[in-house]
């Protein structure tokens, strides 16, 4: 019915950069928020950024000035742009969509597979 595919992640050096996309596909009439959650071991799932179709856009305290997200509206597909990457940003990182796949219903959460980000010291 409806996809959420992630690529990117990987391993790099403190201070490096990655780039996350994530595209939507399947039945989808509209969405509205796109975004990206992390989990590290042991700790909860946390939001990392997250952005309305509008362009509004929200980000956790720790990665503001360093992670920027981005949307193509027209291609269903969010990205994170991380620099300046720290251990501690270390995760699996989950992309998320709340959409709707009818008119006049409400939005739903839709999560993707996660991708492993790995910063080394």
């Known amino acids: 019915q409806v996809q959420l595919v992630v690529s990117g992640g990987g391993l790099v050096q403190a201070g490096g950069s990655l780039r996350l996309s994530c595209a939507a596909s399947?039945?989808?009439?509209?969405?509205?928020?796109m975004g990206w959650y992390r989990q590290a071991p042991g700790k909860q799932r946390e939001l990392v950024a997250d952005?309305?179709?509008?362009?509004?856009?929200n980000y956790a305290d720790s990665v503001k000035g360093r992670f920027t997200i981005s949307r193509d509206n027209a291609k269903n597909t969010v990205f994170l742009q991380m620099n300046s990457l720290k251990p501690e940003d270390t995760a699996v990182y989950y992309c998320?969509?709340?959409?709707?796949?009818?008119?006049?219903?409400?939005?739903?959460?839709?999560w993707g597979q996660g991708t492993q980000v790995t910063v080394s010291s």
């Open positions: 998320t969509a709340a959409l709707r796949q009818e008119a006049y219903t409400s939005d739903l959460p839709y």
């Open positions: 399947g039945r989808i009439f509209s969405i509205n928020i």
């Open positions: 952005m309305t179709t509008a362009g509004v856009t």
